[in-house]
């Protein structure tokens, strides 16, 4: 009877471990399932937004993805001493900003006699500005910025350039959009220097 009533105790000892194992590995599967779930979920939502987004501002990094793969920018076709020739005075070295107008990045050279508190994203007095957009983007913003302006039709490059009638001149030539502004201090922009500067740096592109 003792030994019975021994085995009738380890069995039913056997029967709880199992039934609290079989609790434990149920609220595990439960843990893991819910883990993967609840991360792959948040991952999800934060990819979604970039993929969406990507294509509304696609023009701009496109170009500039391409012009990184060459390790190109508009700084790489202009000089420092072509930039004081076409400004007639000294200039500092070409500084890179934003062109919201052309859709690349501008290279911009300071004259002496510009303002102390320099922006390269925006046109200032003294200054050089040379903008280059290579690829499928470029007809676009020619075109683009010549829908906003009186444009004046250049001769000697092609039959894509034009002058915008106060600051600079546009040229288009295959998949490549220059643009340059001249704006020396004092004086009103000079075609003349504009044209000399863009045909300095049509053949590099």
Do not use: H
């Not at 500005?129 to 906003?148: I, N, P, T």
């Amino acid at each position: 009877m003792k030994l019975r009533s021994g085995l009738a105790g380890l069995l039913a000892a056997a029967v709880v471990l199992l039934g609290g194992c079989g609790g434990s590995s149920s609220r595990a599967s439960t843990a893991v399932t819910t883990v993967p779930a609840g991360a792959s979920s948040p991952t999800t939502t934060s990819l979604a937004p970039s993929r969406s987004a990507a294509p509304s501002s696609s023009a701009v990094p496109s170009t500039t993805a391409a012009a990184n793969s060459a390790n190109f920018d508009s700084c790489s076709v202009v000089t420092q001493s072509e930039a004081a020739a076409a400004i007639g005075s000294s200039v500092s070295p070409g500084v890179l900003g934003s062109a919201t107008v052309e859709g690349g990045l501008a290279c911009v050279f300071y004259g002496p006699s510009a303002p102390a508190a320099r922006d390269p994203n925006v046109g200032q007095p003294d200054t050089v500005r040379v903008v280059v957009v290579k690829g499928s983007d470029a007809l676009k913003w020619y075109q683009d910025y010549k829908s906003k302006v009186q444009a004046q039709a250049v001769t000697g490059f092609g039959d894509q350039a034009y002058y915008d009638g106060y600051a600079s001149l546009s040229v288009l030539t295959g998949d490549v959009y220059l643009r340059v502004a001249v704006s020396p201090a004092g004086a009103p922009p000079s075609l003349n220097d504009e044209k000399e500067l863009a045909s300095d740096i049509l053949p590099k592109l």
